[in-house]
Structure formats: structure tokens, C-alpha cells
């Protein structure tokens, strides 16, 4: 089946820095979704990616399909403390299987 | 905006027992998904659903069993409940044409 490998798999980063995390496969996925968990709650959709090469910004956040369709990436910049969580991403591969397939998270912490 | 609802949040079962759980999709979608979360562990999907048929199935173990109704709301029933069923259960759903699933908040199953 199709894995995804996340990292890193934690960080602890300084309040206003930048941070970066980024997902590879050995597969092609035609959709890259970021969420964000925070502890016992369901994931929150930060960005979601639909075309190689896409690159993509929310306030903060950017995150970019990877040309080869085969990874991606999410940066956050200036940190705050409300950024501490779970970053997962989730591929997709288009057809009549949608389900999303999560990598195995990145724990981030903001340190004050 | 209106969110994926799940009930319980929060349930207690014994070994042996039957649960019931809930989902109702954000309005005008009409695909649900049912995912597994086991601690410190990434979302697996279960099975999904789209216009009240099964439309996936991932692992899902053959002691659980889902439906989705013609509201669109979605139960997914669990007989002969194990220790190892302890779990967050999520549901997300999506609409026709999207690739992108919303989470709800997840039930959280303890099986004593």
C-alpha cells in the first residue's frame, strides 16, 4: 500500500521562528492535504494542494505540490505559541478510492 | 460555518459489548468517511460512503459494520468490542467533486 513519510517526527522551535516539515512517497498522489490536531480533536485542514507544483499560502502557512507529485511541504512562519500540535499530511490518490492516506505526523512546540 | 458533527464524544464500554457511533456530515456533502486513530498513531481509514453506498473499504475489522441513511448521516456499529478497539474515532466527509475531507471532532472509545 501506499506510505508516507513525515518529518521530522517532533521539533521544539523558539517563538517567531520559522519551521519547516515536508512529506515523501515512493508513490504519486493527486492530492496533498495539511492538517493540524491538537490533542483528543479531530484534524483541522490547513492547506490542501491540487496540482504538481502548486504552491499555496494561508496567513502563515505555505505549503507546495511537489513537481514529481511524489512529496510536499509545509513552512510556518514566525511561530506563535497557538502553533504547537500535530501536523499531519494526508495524500490521495484520484478515482474511486478517496481515501487519504496520513503521514505519521510531525509534533511541533513553541517554545516562549 | 457548520462542522462534522459526531456523537458521543466520549464512550465507555466493556468487552464483549456493542457501540453505536454517529456522524453527520457538513451540510450538501454526501460522502463520509470513517477513520481510526489509535494512540499516538496517524488516522487509518476504515470505510467510506457516497449517496448511501459503500464506496471504500480499508481495514475495518468484520466485527464492525457501517451505514450511511438517506440524511446522509452515517452510524458505525461495533459488536464483540475488544480492548484493542480503544480508539478516536473520526468521520469527515466531503462533497461530490471535492477531494478535500473535513473532520469532525472524533469519539473517543475506551473499552475496559
Known amino acids: 500500500g501506499q506510505q508516507l513519510n513525515q518529518s521530522p517526527q517532533s521539533m521544539f522551535i523558539q517563538e517567531g521562528e520559522d519551521v519547516s516539515m515536508n512529506c515523501t512517497s515512493s508513490?504519486?498522489?493527486?492530492?496533498w492535504l495539511w492538517y493540524k490536531q491538537d490533542p483528543g480533536e479531530g484534524p483541522v485542514l490547513l492547506i490542501a494542494?491540487?496540482?504538481?507544483?502548486e504552491l499555496t499560502s494561508n496567513g502563515r502557512l505555505t505549503a507546495q505540490f511537489g513537481i514529481t507529485r511524489k512529496d510536499s511541504f509545509l513552512n510556518i512562519s514566525a511561530s506563535i505559541p497557538s502553533d504547537v500540535g500535530i501536523y499531519f499530511c494526508?495524500?490521495?490518490?484520484?478515482?474511486?478510492?478517496?481515501?487519504?492516506?496520513f503521514g505519521s505526523g510531525t509534533q511541533l512546540t513553541v517554545l516562549p | 460555518a457548520a462542522g462534522v458533527i459526531q456523537s458521543p464524544r466520549h464512550l465507555i464500554k466493556e468487552k464483549r459489548e456493542t457501540a453505536t457511533l454517529k456522524c453527520y456530515p457538513i451540510?450538501?456533502?454526501?460522502?463520509v468517511y470513517w477513520y481510526q486513530q489509535g494512540p499516538g498513531q496517524d488516522p487509518q481509514f476504515l470505510i467510506s460512503?457516497?449517496?448511501?453506498?459503500?464506496?471504500d473499504k480499508g481495514s475495518i475489522p468484520d466485527r464492525f459494520s457501517a451505514q450511511q441513511f438517506s440524511d446522509y448521516h452515517s452510524e458505525l456499529n461495533m459488536s464483540s468490542l475488544e480492548l484493542g478497539d480503544s480508539a478516536l474515532y473520526f468521520c469527515?466527509?466531503?462533497?461530490?467533486?471535492?477531494?478535500?475531507?473535513?473532520f469532525g471532532p472524533g469519539t473517543r472509545l475506551l473499552v475496559l
Open positions: 494526508a495524500g490521495l490518490v484520484s478515482g474511486s478510492a478517496r481515501q487519504l492516506t
Open positions: 494542494l491540487y496540482k504538481a507544483g
Open positions: 451540510p450538501r456533502h454526501d460522502t
Open positions: 469527515a466527509s466531503s462533497r461530490i467533486g471535492s477531494e478535500t475531507q473535513y
Open positions: 460512503f457516497y449517496e448511501k453506498m459503500q464506496s
Open positions: 508513490s504519486i498522489f493527486n492530492t
